[in-house]
């Protein structure tokens, strides 16, 4: 096996000829740097990565992979990676495309000490993320960075937004354990979307914190893996949806889905999901108040599965004794309850200029729920 030279910068015309493995007399496709997303490949560009070095496939160890887009267009990637030779010895490579679609392609270099681990092979990883397709992990962002990070260590993960990959779907995680001996990787997707109003409805649009997700064969390696209690079956994602193309013009609606995170109205456990609303035109000034402090109208509700509303009702009734932060039937669909509370309500103001501003988006959300009952 070939392993080719030192350190090197190579413009971007030679960068073209490089990458597309010229040398060993194949035709030559585009550099990823401003190739649309819709002619993309992962694993296509990883072969080529390792035709171009001469790095043996089955004998390669990924550290990092690195790929960003903006406006369907590939724009910058990087790749860290080691491959033995026929004789053991073990050498790393780095290939990057910097701001200006020009290649630093750094490779060849022997490491002295060759590290007493396991392999990472990312072929399989680069397929899974074949299934699922770059124009949908996108999903409609204006720009996306997706980081491919190798992990040996023991390590708890417990992110808002964790999913599992296998066979092109996502499914929704709680926790995952790896031992101290694992051999894994995580996958990062970094989405920035719009937020102008004409912006059509995407689920990724609401993960600004980005995802983590995990091959499903990576999790055969972790110690322990605990699904998410709400798995966002395509009826979830449509109920969002509805939702989402309601609410007034100029209100903005963000989801909650991290569980541990979500808090409850006083006697509720934590909720399927939580969506907060918030009126970003308009604010109401605080009767009173000498530091002349304003807020935006808002409404935060907390969603649970259909089945348990009688058990939520009972717990509603229980806690009317109380004041202030305890539970409030909103309304319901065939799916779900929604349960909010008088503090979540414009932050428990209800003077005549906040409820004006509040009132638009309480008749749409009504008149959604009416709609939703009224399909069965």
Same mark, same amino acid.
């Given at each position: 096996?070939?392993?080719?030279?030192?350190?090197?910068?190579?413009?971007?015309?030679?960068?073209?000829?490089?990458?597309?493995?010229?040398?060993?007399? @194949?035709?030559?496709?585009?550099?990823?740097?401003?190739?649309?997303?819709?002619?993309?490949?992962?694993?296509?560009?990883?072969?080529?990565?390792?035709?171009?070095?001469?790095?043996?496939?089955?004998? #390669?160890?990924?550290?990092?992979?690195?790929?960003?887009?903006?406006?369907?267009?590939?724009?910058?990637s990087s790749a860290m990676f080691s491959s033995y030779d026929n004789e053991g010895n073990l050498f790393s490579f780095a290939?990057? #495309?910097?701001?200006?679609?020009?290649?630093?392609?750094?490779?060849?270099?022997?490491?002295?000490?060759?590290?007493?681990?396991?392999?990472?092979?990312?072929?399989? #990883?680069?397929?899974?993320?074949?299934?699922?397709?770059?124009?949908?992990?996108?999903?409609?962002?204006?720009?996306?960075?997706?980081?491919?990070?190798?992990?040996?260590?023991?390590?708890?993960?417990?992110?808002?937004?964790?999913?599992?990959?296998?066979?092109?779907?996502?499914?929704?995680?709680?926790?995952?354990?790896?031992?101290?001996?694992? @051999?894994?990787? #995580?996958?990062?997707?970094?989405?920035?979307?719009?937020?102008?109003?004409?912006?059509?409805?995407?689920?990724?649009?609401?993960?600004?914190?980005?995802?983590?997700?995990?091959?499903?064969?990576d999790l055969k390696k972790a110690e322990s893996v605990v699904l998410a209690k709400n798995q966002q079956r395509?009826?979830?994602?449509?109920?969002?949806?509805?939702?989402?193309?309601?609410?007034?013009e100029g209100w903005e609606m963000r989801l909650s889905t991290h569980e541990g995170y979500m808090d409850s109205p006083q006697g509720l456990e934590e909720p399927l999901f939580r969506l907060d609303f918030e009126d970003t035109e308009n604010s109401f000034s605080i009767v009173q108040d000498p530091t002349n402090t304003t807020i935006s109208p808002n409404l935060r509700l907390f969603f649970y599965d259909i089945k348990e509303k009688e058990a939520i009702m009972k717990i509603i009734e229980e806690q009317e004794k109380y004041s202030w932060d305890i539970p409030l039937y909103y309304d319901e669909s065939p799916l779900y309850i929604a349960v909010t509370s008088p503090v979540y309500i414009n932050c428990g103001r209800y003077e005549d200029e906040a409820m004006m501003y509040y009132e638009p988006l309480e008749e749409a959300l009504k008149s959604f729920f009416m709609e939703e009952r009224n399909r069965t």
């Amino acid at each position: 096996m070939k392993l080719h030279g030192p350190a090197i910068l190579i413009p971007a015309f030679m960068a073209v000829l490089l990458i597309a493995g010229v040398l060993n007399g @194949c035709a030559p496709p585009e550099l990823p740097y401003l190739m649309p997303v819709s002619e993309f490949s992962f694993t296509g560009f990883w072969d080529e990565i390792l035709n171009t070095t001469g790095a043996s496939g089955n004998r #390669t160890h990924l550290q990092s992979f690195d790929l960003r887009t903006r406006e369907d267009k590939i724009v910058y990637s990087s790749a860290m990676f080691s491959s033995y030779d026929n004789e053991g010895n073990l050498f790393s490579f780095a290939i990057v #495309t910097d701001s200006q679609g020009q290649l630093e392609w750094l490779g060849g270099d022997l490491q002295e000490e060759i590290p007493e681990r396991p392999m990472y092979d990312p072929a399989e #990883t680069f397929a899974e993320l074949d299934s699922i397709g770059i124009e949908s992990i996108i999903d409609g962002a204006k720009s996306t960075d997706i980081r491919i990070d190798y992990i040996y260590d023991e390590r708890h993960c417990n992110y808002a937004d964790m999913y599992r990959l296998d066979n092109g779907e996502l499914l929704p995680l709680r926790e995952v354990s790896f031992r101290k001996d694992a @051999c894994a990787a #995580t996958i990062q997707v970094l989405r920035s979307c719009s937020r102008d109003a004409d912006t059509p409805f995407a689920l990724g649009m609401f993960r600004s914190m980005g995802e983590w997700w995990f091959t499903g064969n990576d999790l055969k390696k972790a110690e322990s893996v605990v699904l998410a209690k709400n798995q966002q079956r395509p009826e979830f994602v449509s109920f969002l949806k509805g939702i989402y193309n309601t609410i007034p013009e100029g209100w903005e609606m963000r989801l909650s889905t991290h569980e541990g995170y979500m808090d409850s109205p006083q006697g509720l456990e934590e909720p399927l999901f939580r969506l907060d609303f918030e009126d970003t035109e308009n604010s109401f000034s605080i009767v009173q108040d000498p530091t002349n402090t304003t807020i935006s109208p808002n409404l935060r509700l907390f969603f649970y599965d259909i089945k348990e509303k009688e058990a939520i009702m009972k717990i509603i009734e229980e806690q009317e004794k109380y004041s202030w932060d305890i539970p409030l039937y909103y309304d319901e669909s065939p799916l779900y309850i929604a349960v909010t509370s008088p503090v979540y309500i414009n932050c428990g103001r209800y003077e005549d200029e906040a409820m004006m501003y509040y009132e638009p988006l309480e008749e749409a959300l009504k008149s959604f729920f009416m709609e939703e009952r009224n399909r069965t």
